[in-house]
């Protein structure tokens, strides 16, 4: 019998949740055990194009003449042949409904949808479309995809929106409205009734998916200037391991520098032919950020990388004095280009940029996802507040999420979760921690969850 433990996040496949799709092996002869050998099934291919429409009134002139589409969660889907139409007339408000032109200067895709755009040869008879891709749940700020009309809607008029749809992956059920909720409609898209491959060969199948990398840590956490770095992963090939290394450099656009990996028993990697790689990234100068990932090749040449993504995807540390403090220090890292497009971007923007979390100098976590927080009243505050993700099988001491709060030092704030405490109501996990920011004193936070 063979058991694997896996999760519904993190390192392994995303759509295999209850997404559609099913958790395949891609490679049957590599160690079953690691993310890295198992995908999620595309769908897509028995999914099927559905003409929706529906009529609306605007009860108010809006106060922007647009019309949103967003995915409640995760997913992905095609939209084609949109057309908005006011009753009694033939004119389409929808510049380019049929996406023929590449002229989108119409659109804007932001927050969990910005990674939306036009796709050529995807859409209704091989025509060109529009891709919804969502990261996470759209909403009523600044995470949709948005259509500015040719016309502005009026007051008491009444709209038919029409389109074709076609589901892809994840979240199923798409929102559309206006700027001010009218034309409102959910639409719950087909999704294919037979998914994976029962009985068949797996649909991700790859003759050789090459070494499967995992466990990927470094000592120290925090290097200080002068000090060496010895990263560590856990490869392994059913054809051998002929050569790993590390891929390095300390800004983008990368120019990657090499150091070699071994599993020889001489470099502080435990023992020869155990598994465990090991090696050393040179000593760099304070406040310094070092991007990295691993690569290896098996014996037939098959290279494989972690993480998932890489290059343009990386693990990143900081080289920086370790700060005295009681409280628990917590140190958020973003490498420059996504230091800068958190800061610029828009302020209600929820899409996760990636990122490290270090925990009091003693544990990290590569690739968590970061972003401000707050309600549309407070996530404009400074110092700002933080929302933080972590892989959910690399846990940090057994959550996978938590908000870090301003509002937590406040002692009005604090009592009143002590108060439903001492009630026994539900109340939030919470206590004091002083938060990095690359590198730098940010403040004195609460961690909630």
């Avoid at 993190?10 to 590599?30: H, K, V």
Wanted: glycine letters at 10%; a negative charge; one cysteine or more.
């Amino acid at each position: 019998m063979d058991e694997v433990k896996y999760c519904d996040g993190g390192r392994w496949p995303q759509w295999a949740d209850g997404m559609g799709s099913s958790l395949e092996l891609i490679d049957p002869t590599q160690d079953n055990g690691v993310p890295a050998a198992w995908a999620a099934s595309d769908e897509s291919a028995g999914s099927s194009w559905v003409g929706v429409a529906y009529t609306g009134a605007c009860r108010t002139v809006p106060r922007e003449s647009e019309l949103h589409f967003l995915l409640l969660d995760a997913g992905e889907c095609l939209i084609d042949n949109l057309a908005v139409r006011p009753a009694g007339s033939a004119d389409n408000l929808a510049l380019n409904g049929d996406f023929e032109t590449t002229d989108m200067s119409r659109w804007r895709m932001t927050g969990t949808h910005e990674n939306s755009g036009r796709e050529a040869g995807a859409g209704v008879g091989g025509t060109a479309c529009l891709r919804i891709a969502a990261t996470g749940a759209g909403d009523n700020r600044a995470n949709a995809v948005e259509l500015d009309t040719t016309a502005a809607f009026a007051a008491g008029v009444s709209y038919t929106v029409s389109f074709d749809a076609r589901w892809l992956r994840g979240c199923n059920v798409l929102h559309t409205r206006n700027f001010d909720y009218d034309l409102m409609h959910t639409h719950k898209l087909p999704m294919p009734s037979r998914t994976g491959t029962p009985g068949a060969r797996n649909s991700v199948w790859r003759a050789n998916l090459g070494p499967v990398i995992s466990g990927v840590t470094q000592s120290p956490v925090a290097p200080q200037a002068g000090a060496q770095v010895r990263v560590f992963a856990h490869i392994s090939d059913s054809d051998g391991v002929a050569a790993a290394a590390l891929y390095y450099a300390t800004a983008r656009p990368a120019s990657f520098q090499t150091a070699l990996l071994w599993d020889d028993g001489a470099h502080d990697d435990g023992g020869a032919g155990d598994g465990l790689w090991a090696g050393l990234l040179p000593a760099m100068p304070d406040a310094t950020k070092v991007l990295f990932y691993v690569q290896a090749r098996d014996g037939q040449g098959a290279v494989s990388r972690f993480p998932d993504g890489a290059p343009a995807r990386t693990c990143l540390y900081q080289v920086r004095a370790i700060p005295a403090s009681r409280l628990h220090v917590y140190s958020l890292i973003m490498d420059d280009d996504n230091t800068v497009e958190l800061e610029t971007r828009p302020l209600h923007s929820n899409a996760l940029i990636d990122g490290t979390l270090v925990f009091n100098d003693s544990e990290i976590y590569y690739n968590a996802g970061l972003r401000y927080r707050g309600s549309p009243w407070q996530r404009g505050g400074w110092p700002r507040m933080f929302r933080v993700k972590i892989n959910e099988d690399e846990p940090f001491h057994g959550m996978t999420s938590f908000n870090l709060s301003r509002y937590g030092v406040r002692q009005h704030e604090r009592t009143a979760y002590y108060v439903h405490r001492l009630m026994g109501s539900p109340s939030s996990f919470q206590f004091y921690t002083r938060v990095q920011l690359n590198g730098a004193h940010y403040g004195t936070f609460e961690h909630i969850q």
